[in-house]
T-cell receptor
């Protein structure tokens, strides 16, 4: 069965510290992977997608097919990074559906 | 503003009742998705429509149904409501599938 796991429900770091939000997936084929973010009182929005290989707001995510992981990383966390982060693998194909992990609430303390 | 509009923003109702949530996708987007967000389950995919037809189904209860109309807006109908149905219901849209989703601000449903 297709599954995505975000093992940490809560993650708290201090400003300037590195942060890594974990995501592991169990999918057949080669899924496309996304990270979505929900800031306080804002809509859920796309943060980045693995095929873009880009860095958004200092965040990067590398797809590790061997470990079936897509961890989100930032070397120096900022207070404005505090938000709910969702990992979302998509199996693609005609029966497209984006399945989200349960999310990790990141709190960056001053 | 993502361009996805959801109404109403808040809905308070009683157990056993039926409600309808409405979603207008971004202009040009053909796909509409419905998600349920709760504290314990996170963001659960319910159902997807593409250009009026059901495309994919997730963890949607039989008491729930949805449709997408010719003008591409969508409605999610929740009936025989239970306390456990209290949640934030999100709608999202995309041009087709397997692409960036744009989310609405959600409808907060409270079943008392």
């Amino acid at each position: 069965a297709q599954r995505v796991t975000q093992p940490e429900k809560l993650l708290s770091v201090f400003k300037g510290a590195p942060v890594e939000l974990k995501c592991n997936y169990s999918y057949s084929g080669s899924p496309e992977l996304f990270w979505y973010v929900q800031y306080s009182r804002q809509r859920l929005q796309l943060l980045l997608r693995h095929i873009s290989r880009e860095s958004i707001k200092g965040f990067t995510a590398d797809l590790n097919k061997g470990e079936t992981s897509f961890h989100l990383k930032k070397p120096f966390a900022q207070e404005e990074d505090s938000a709910m982060y969702y990992c979302a693998p998509d199996s693609g194909g005609s029966n497209y559906k984006l399945t989200f992990g349960k999310g990790t609430l990141l709190t960056v303390n001053p | 503003d993502s361009g996805v509009t959801q109404t109403p923003k808040h809905l308070i109702t009683a157990t056993g009742q039926r409600v309808t949530l409405r979603c207008s996708p971004r202009s040009g987007d053909l796909s509409v998705y419905w998600y349920q967000q709760s504290l314990d389950q996170g963001l659960q995919f319910l159902i997807q429509y593409y250009n009026g037809e059901e495309r994919a189904k997730g963890n949607i209860l039989e008491r729930f149904s949805a449709q997408q109309f010719p003008d591409l807006h969508s409605e999610l109908n929740l009936s025989s409501l239970e306390l456990g149905d209290s949640a934030l219901y999100f709608c999202a849209s995309s041009v087709g599938g397997s692409e960036k989703l744009f989310f609405g601000s959600g409808t907060q449903l409270s079943v008392l």
